[in-house]
T-cell receptor
Framework: SQQGEEDPQALSIQEGENATMNCSYK?????LQWYRQNSGRGLVHLIL?????REKHSGRLRVTLDTSKKSSSLLITASRAADTASYFC????????????FGQGTRLTINP | DAGVIQSPRHEVTEMGQEVTLRCKPI?????LFWYRQTMMRGLELLIY????????DSGMPEDRFSAKMPNASFSTLKIQPSEPRDSAVYFC???????????FGSGTRLTVV
């Protein structure tokens, strides 16, 4: 089974609104990462948060991590049409190794 | 920097034929990963290499799949013989030592008919 599970599976909002996606995982992690995938393209790394961090920001992105609940959230503020994509969380579950396990993703649609 | 380069972008082949997918990682990246993406199973790690050495091939579905990395700038994923259930998008990704963000290639869309 997948280590990470995103919620919701699909999200549709109006341009300018904030989008929040959640990720839950099962085993202890070294770090958690978020990726974006536009239709027909490869994945693009957005942000990485380590297990000893609780919050991280990058531009319009805000990521939180709650290791006690084994969950993370990705917030995209002031959404734009160009943010339409699938978003995946990925967990690095083995200390010192670089193997990532991806969730099933959230399909985000920003309506103009 | 040209990024991770995969070839071909699209491959259509008949069942039973051999298929070879190619990947050129970013220069200086010491880890390379092969993933497969399907609607049903999502992104699955097939195999990864550190410094050209296979570290974990537990995701390789069967003996029909093999991967090599003869040098730091080239890797292949081979399927022989191919089957319709192998149809998927195959991604290659690389990352440098000490960091964990992956850089993905654009993928190879494989269709086995």
């Amino acid at each position: 089974s997948q280590q990470g599970e995103e919620d919701p599976q699909a999200l549709s909002i109006q341009e300018g609104e904030n989008a929040t996606m959640n990720c839950s995982y099962k085993t202890s992690i070294n770090n958690l990462q978020w990726y974006r995938q536009n239709s027909g393209r490869g994945l693009v790394h957005l942000i990485l948060i380590r297990s000893n961090e609780r919050e991280k920001h990058s531009g319009r992105l805000r990521v939180t991590l709650d290791t006690s609940k084994k969950s993370s959230s990705l917030l995209i503020t002031a959404s734009r049409a160009a943010d339409t994509a699938s978003y995946f969380c990925a967990t690095n579950i083995i200390q010192g190794a670089q193997k990532l396990v991806f969730g099933q993703g959230t399909r985000l649609t920003i309506n103009p | 920097d040209a990024g991770v380069i995969q070839s071909p972008r699209h491959e259509v082949t008949e069942m039973g034929q051999e298929v070879t997918l190619r990947c050129k990682p970013i220069s200086g990246h010491n880890s390379l990963f092969w993933y497969r993406q399907t609607m049903m199973r999502g992104l699955e790690l097939l195999i990864y290499f550190n410094n050209n050495v296979p570290i974990d091939d537990s995701g390789m579905p069967e003996d029909r799949f093999s991967a090599k990395m003869p040098n730091a700038s080239f890797s292949t994923l081979k399927i022989q013989p191919s089957e319709p259930r192998d149809s998927a998008v195959y991604f290659c990704a690389s990352t440098p030592r000490g960091t964990y963000g992956y850089t993905f290639g654009s993928g190879t869309r494989l269709t086995v008919v």
